[in-house]
T-cell receptor, first 116, second 118 residues
């Protein structure tokens, strides 16, 4: 158990619908990242939170994507007007600033999104 | 921008044997971290081993060791005495020490699927 929980594990939705995923790290994890992983590829960075502040967003994060981390605890990733190209595994990773960049990132199980 | 290349999409090893997974990367930075992560079919990414670029000594964690060649920008993973539980996707990842945008995100390769046979 890495201490990072993601829900749901699977989500099937129809094109055009909105979906929201949730990530719950442990309280010591002030760094939080969202990654997207498509079949046969490594995870690609989407966005980064330090506590409640969203400090970096990838160009992959189109305006249909929004992420929040209220109060620096759990985080949500919402995709509006889903497209088939959004089908992927969405991974959440979290870590502590204590120890600097040497501190490992802990990954959740991911949410697999299928857009039909 | 940094890139990470894993040129072996799939590898196979017999139980108890040794296998080496390759990784090369491209960067203009002198200090950084390199990681190998394992992703079993259960999907949870697990850290296997970590190497700090300023350390010349190769990292070792039990049956896992790396061959870090900084000049060649190569970072291979050796798994000794392979076990059935080692079967998974293995990802090589790079992490910059320079806080560009403060994210210090991991940049991953495309992965190598390791099969372990009896």
């Amino acid at each position: 158990d890495t201490g990072v929980s993601q829900n749901p594990r699977h989500k099937i939705t129809k094109r055009g619908q909105n979906v929201t995923f949730r990530c719950d790290p442990i309280s010591e994890h002030n760094r939080l990242y969202w990654y997207r992983q498509t079949l046969g590829q490594g995870p690609e960075f989407l966005t980064y939170f330090q506590n409640e502040a969203q400090l970096e967003k990838s160009r992959l994060l189109s305006d249909r994507f929004s992420a929040e981390r209220p109060k620096g605890s759990f985080s949500t990733l919402e995709i509006q007007r889903t497209e088939q190209g959004d089908s992927a595994m969405y991974l959440c990773a979290a870590g502590s600033i204590t120890g600097g960049l040497r501190s490992p990132l802990h990954f959740g199980n991911g949410t697999r999104l299928t857009v039909t | 921008a940094q890139t990470v290349t894993q040129s072996q999409p799939e590898m196979s090893v017999q139980e108890a044997e040794t296998v080496t997974l390759s990784c090369t990367y491209d960067t203009s930075e002198s200090d950084y971290y390199l990681f190998w992560y394992k992703q079993p079919p259960s999907r949870q990414m697990i850290l296997v081993i970590r190497q700090e670029a300023y350390k010349q000594q190769n990292a070792t964690e039990n049956r896992f060791s790396v061959n870090f060649q900084k000049a060649a920008k190569s970072f291979s993973l050796k798994i000794s005495d392979s076990q059935l539980g080692d079967a998974a996707m293995y990802f090589c990842a790079y992490r910059s020490l320079f806080n560009s945008g403060t994210a210090s995100k991991l940049t991953f390769g495309t992965g190598t699927r390791l099969q372990v046979t009896l």
